[in-house]
């Protein structure tokens, strides 16, 4: 990010998460829309950041929030993740900000972590607040298009970053505090069954965004390692990229032409950028 944009000043957010020291920026979220633009949040200052494909910085909203995830939907407005707010809708041109789903059955939400559009228009997002293995009681949703809001996952220890397969049969979840990405298969009902753990990690974090390409190989970021890891379709563990700067890589996005991942190191408020070439075989 660049300097001019950075605000090393106390936040909620950091009073929260570190200790109250001055946080400039912590960005995560990437999201491409369909002009080339790469989307991020700024956590601690409720900023929502766009990058154009020339690489000019500018802050589009900025409101009384924590935006953790973002997602383009089919009618180019972007959905928030905001663990304060729950759901929010931002309209790219004007920068309105304006809530989306705050709510389920008149109660807030944990604090809403990352969210995914399937290609019917349903929202899948995670409601992360502080759970763990000591209170593993965070959730997955889908909210339909017709409104239906359905809980698929109630005992999840800090679901964090999700993403679908390819053919939409299957929700990748990153359960950030049991070092692992759950997968949950998703039937014709609408249900889920036989959930399981399909990669497990280590360190003092855990995994946090994914991404997936469209041969289902897994992109994870793991918000300690400093690292993306690289699974195949079948949980096999196929490389590691390293980051070239701090260690906390919280996000990843694959670029729209697929050749190349962009990954954000949130410490440094720095997006880092990888080519990534698929193995001939996995």
Not at 30 to 57: E, F, K, M, T
Not at 119 to 126: A, E, L, Q
Not at 175 to 189: E, G, Q
Request: some cysteine; hydrophobic content about 35%.
């Amino acid at each position: 990010m660049p300097a001019a944009l950075r605000r090393p000043v106390p936040t909620e957010w950091s009073r929260a998460n570190k200790g109250g020291a001055p946080v400039d920026c912590f960005l995560e979220g990437p999201c491409w829309d369909a002009r080339g633009n790469l989307w991020l949040v700024d956590i601690p200052h409720g900023r929502i950041l766009r990058v154009s494909p020339q690489g000019d910085w500018d802050v589009v909203a900025e409101y009384d929030g924590e935006p953790n995830g973002l997602a383009l939907c089919h009618d180019g407005t972007l959905l928030i993740a905001d663990y304060k707010n729950g759901l929010l809708s931002l309209d790219p041109a004007t920068g309105a900000v304006t809530p989306f789903l705050t709510r389920r059955n008149s109660e807030r939400f944990k604090g809403p972590n990352d969210l995914i559009v399937a290609r019917n228009g349903d929202v899948y997002f995670t409601d992360q607040g502080q759970t763990g293995l000591h209170d593993p009681t965070g959730r997955v949703y889908r909210l339909r298009t017709d409104g239906r809001l359905d809980c698929l996952l109630a005992n999840g220890p800090s679901p964090n970053g999700l993403v679908l397969t390819p053919d939409e049969s299957a929700l990748f979840v990153a359960m950030t505090r049991d070092n692992a990405v759950w997968r949950l298969p998703l039937l014709a009902d609408g249900s889920t069954s036989k959930v399981g753990r399909f990669a497990q990690f280590y360190g003092t974090s855990g995994p946090d965004g994914m991404a997936m390409d469209a041969a289902g190989h897994l992109f994870v970021a793991h918000a300690s390692l400093g690292a993306v890891f690289v699974v195949s379709p079948h949980g096999e563990p196929l490389a590691r990229i390293a980051s070239c700067r701090g260690r906390t890589t919280t996000n990843v996005a694959l670029t729209p032409d697929g050749q190349s991942l962009v990954i954000t190191e949130s410490a440094t408020g720095t997006v880092l950028r990888a080519r990534w070439t698929p193995p001939r075989h996995g």
